[in-house]
């Protein structure tokens, strides 16, 4: 079945530097949504992206999608406090059925 | 309502008990979604509904589980005979439309359940 894989699984960053996290999925998506779970809280939908190489901007976060629509990836630029989280990655199956990657945990040290 | 509601937050079980969650999802919303989260893991999906019909249970992982949405809003997760491999926060999430659709989905807080 499909597979939804995100790296790294850790990444620890100090305050202002920039870094990427991945997301790949063994099968081409229809769209991919992320999210961003707070520590102790519930994942809080952040985006979704729909087209073959699609770049969407929020503030200091990029998002963007592959040309076959087979992976993704999350820049988040001068790193904050704030940033502090896990970020998942989903895509639908085949059946519609969103499945996430394990996340990325981001540590941010000040 | 604002947005999901689920109760109780926590609930701590020992092996053997039957658990119920409700999950209130927002008003309006036809789909609902139950997923597991393992410590560490991403959510995994459970079960889906449409109003009340349960269009797909493909992801309840034993017959110890089952969900029902009787009058297509309020829902209720329930574990009969818990075990220890049960213990892990189940969340809810709804959304406007359906699966099939690029609808974004609202999570509630989960509910932790800890099996003793």
């Known amino acids: 079945g499909q597979q939804v894989m995100q790296i790294p699984q850790y990444q620890h960053v100090q305050e202002g530097e920039d870094f990427t996290t991945y997301c790949n999925s063994s099968?081409?998506?229809?769209?991919i949504q992320w999210y961003k779970q707070r520590p102790g809280g519930h994942p809080v939908f952040l985006i979704q992206?729909?087209?073959?190489?699609e770049v969407k901007k929020q503030k200091r976060l990029t998002f963007q999608f592959g040309e076959a629509k087979k992976n993704s990836s999350l820049h988040i630029t001068a790193t904050q406090t704030t940033d502090v989280g896990t970020y998942f990655c989903?895509?639908?199956?085949?059946?519609?059925?969103?499945?996430f990657g394990a996340g990325t945990q981001v540590v941010v040290t000040p | 309502g604002a947005g999901v509601s689920q109760s109780p937050r926590y609930k701590v079980a020992k092996r053997g008990q039957d658990v119920a969650l409700r999950c209130d999802p927002i008003?309006?919303?036809?789909?609902l979604f139950w997923y597991q989260q393992a410590l560490g893991q991403g959510p995994e999906f459970l079960t889906y509904?449409?109003?009340?019909?349960?269009?797909?249970k493909s992801g309840l992982p034993s017959d110890r589980f089952f969900a029902e949405r009787p009058e297509g809003s309020v829902s209720t997760l329930k574990i009969q005979r818990t075990q220890q491999e049960d213990s892990a926060v189940y969340l809810c999430?709804?959304?406007?439309?359906?699966?099939?659709?690029?609808?974004?989905?609202?999570f509630g807080p989960g509910t932790r359940l800890t099996v003793l």
């Open positions: 999430a709804s959304s406007l439309v359906g699966v099939r659709s690029t609808d974004t989905q609202y």
């Open positions: 099968t081409t998506l229809s769209n």
């Open positions: 992206l729909v087209k073959s190489g």
């Open positions: 989903a895509g639908p199956d085949s059946w519609g059925k969103f499945q």
């Open positions: 008003s309006g919303h036809v789909s």
């Open positions: 509904f449409q109003n009340e019909a349960q269009l797909d």
